[in-house]
């Protein structure tokens, strides 16, 4: 959201409408089935232009500790500043999964992250990586599909913040 004003110089002053830039990246998949392409179609059509919460991958930080009580992580260095008190973050270990958690509180200078009680949460070990979100919506882009073989072809998504 950027407008281009003409000076009568000749010279152009770009003019930002937002306070913060925006995280966008595109994803390539490819698929190995007929049935592979039509719910990957799909899925990916019917969730199109609709808002979805998605990690920031480049604005991580590690669990220092492992968690002894859900509702507490302790992070190895200060909490990216992208995670705010009433955010939602992204917790992944590659040995127990993934869970979506709500941020009470940040305590000891950004390194404690207090969490919505949930008793069904996995315990993380460390190790783990907490990621923040950000809410924006998958667009398929022009062409969406191309076929690389009969069975299988590639698709391409974009996601913008909003």
């Known amino acids: 959201k950027t407008t281009a004003i003409q000076a009568l110089s000749g010279y152009t002053q770009n003019v930002r409408q937002w306070s913060r830039p925006r995280n966008a990246w595109t994803i ?31 604005h991580s930080t590690e669990v220092r500790l492992p968690q002894t009580i859900e509702g507490e992580i302790f992070c190895d260095i200060g909490v990216p500043k992208e995670i705010a008190i009433g955010s939602r973050v992204y917790v992944y270990d590659y040995r127990i999964g993934a869970a979506w958690r709500t941020v009470t509180d940040i ?9 919505e009680q949930d008793l069904t949460a996995p315990l993380f070990p460390n190790g783990a990586w907490v990621f923040p979100t950000a809410v924006g919506t998958l667009s398929l882009e022009s062409g969406a599909r191309t076929l690389t073989q009969t069975r299988a072809s590639m698709e391409r998504l974009s996601f913008n913040e909003i």
């Not at 998949?29 to 019917?46: G, M, P, V």
């Not at 305590?107 to 969490?115: D, Y």
């Open 28 to 58: 390539t998949r490819d698929t190995t089935s007929d049935s592979d392409n039509e719910k990957l179609s799909f899925n990916r059509i019917a969730q199109a232009f609709k808002p979805l919460r998605m990690p920031l991958w480049g």
């Open 107 to 115: 305590q000891n200078e950004r390194t404690r992250l207090i969490l």
